[in-house]
């Protein structure tokens, strides 16, 4: 049966638009701190992920039976929001924030594309097929815009681009994941809450073994109280709630839109040079999101 395009599915849409804002500011506010890329990754995605539990507790202790009978799924979502920031930032670290950004985001809606056919014998529709490849075009040409501009080593690149690829598989992973348990009958408060409140446990020993730069001045600490506060918990509640209304493959398409907003902060605040390769960039995302606006994106055979 084909999905059509819906106010709630529209919602849902725009919740994820928003989301993706948030978090394509994280990029140029880790410029600002010292610390390295796993002290920021652990820091904020950890810190979120405990918050997005904490505010849970009242759902989670309502549906630990149900969340028990799926412990597998859960671990899985778990480790996925574990290793995504600590791929993720180190990706950027390595090859650039606009190349580790764009090699992320564009290869996770692919990622969960492939999840929801395998696993869920959905049936994604020419609109999906079509807003994917607009959307991995354009952050190909941002992120070769800034190849183009980049003086470093090709290692470190050949390194950031695979550490983006982990980083959009987990991210479609735990995406799924969440989905799945809302599908499921779960609640999103208790989905949200318990893949990214065991991802949290995992990350705060990383956070202990790399975390005293983060103490070492107002500055570095003031980078990791916003990134845990704005872009990861309050990110994570609009993703969650858009979840709910669009499928796993159409939410991490939507969040394409995070590296053109990482592109245009680079611009704006830190200056980066933007050649016309990345506007076009720029414009194909911007037809990704009208596409996935306007179009049924998926359908399913089960019901």
């Known amino acids: 049966m084909t999905t059509r395009s819906h106010p709630g599915a529209t919602l849902g849409v725009l919740a994820l638009l928003v989301t993706s804002i948030l978090w394509g500011t994280t990029g140029t506010a880790a410029t600002f701190s010292t610390a390295g890329p796993l002290a920021i990754g652990a820091a904020s995605l950890g810190i979120g992920g405990l918050l997005q539990a904490a505010v849970a507790v009242p759902q989670l202790r309502a549906e630990r039976r149900a969340l028990g009978r799926r412990w597998r799924l859960l671990a899985m979502g778990g480790v996925s929001v574990a290793v995504y920031p600590l791929a993720f930032y180190s990706a950027m670290h390595l090859a650039g924030v606009a190349v580790g950004c764009a090699v992320a985001l564009a290869s996770a809606p692919l990622f969960a594309g492939l999840l929801e056919v395998a696993v869920d014998r ?28 980049s003086r470093q080593a090709a290692l470190e690149t050949a390194l950031g681009v695979g550490l983006g690829m982990l980083a959009g598989l987990t991210y479609a992973t735990y995406s799924w994941v969440a989905r799945t348990l809302m599908r499921d009958g779960v609640t999103r408060s208790a989905s949200m809450g318990a893949v990214f409140g065991v991802g949290g446990l995992l990350l705060m020993p990383v956070l202990a073994i790399t975390g005293a730069p983060l103490l070492a001045s107002g500055q570095n600490l003031a980078v990791a109280a916003y990134m845990a506060l704005v872009p990861m918990f309050l990110g994570y509640v609009l993703f969650g ?13 939507v969040t394409l839109a995070e590296p053109a907003v990482a592109a245009l902060m680079a611009v704006w605040i830190v200056g980066e040079r933007l050649p016309l390769m990345g506007w076009v960039g720029l414009v194909l995302i911007g037809a990704v999101l009208v596409i996935l606006v306007v179009a049924p994106t998926n359908r399913s055979d089960v019901s």
């Not at 959905?122 to 800034?146: D, F, H, I, K």
């Not at 709630?241 to 398409?253: E, I, K, P």
């Open 122 to 149: 959905a049936r994604l529709t020419r609109w999906w097929g079509l807003a994917a490849a607009l959307g991995v075009v354009g952050s190909a040409l941002l992120s070769l815009a800034e190849v183009g501009e």
């Open 241 to 253: 709630f858009g979840l709910t209304r669009v499928q796993a493959s159409t939410a991490t398409t």
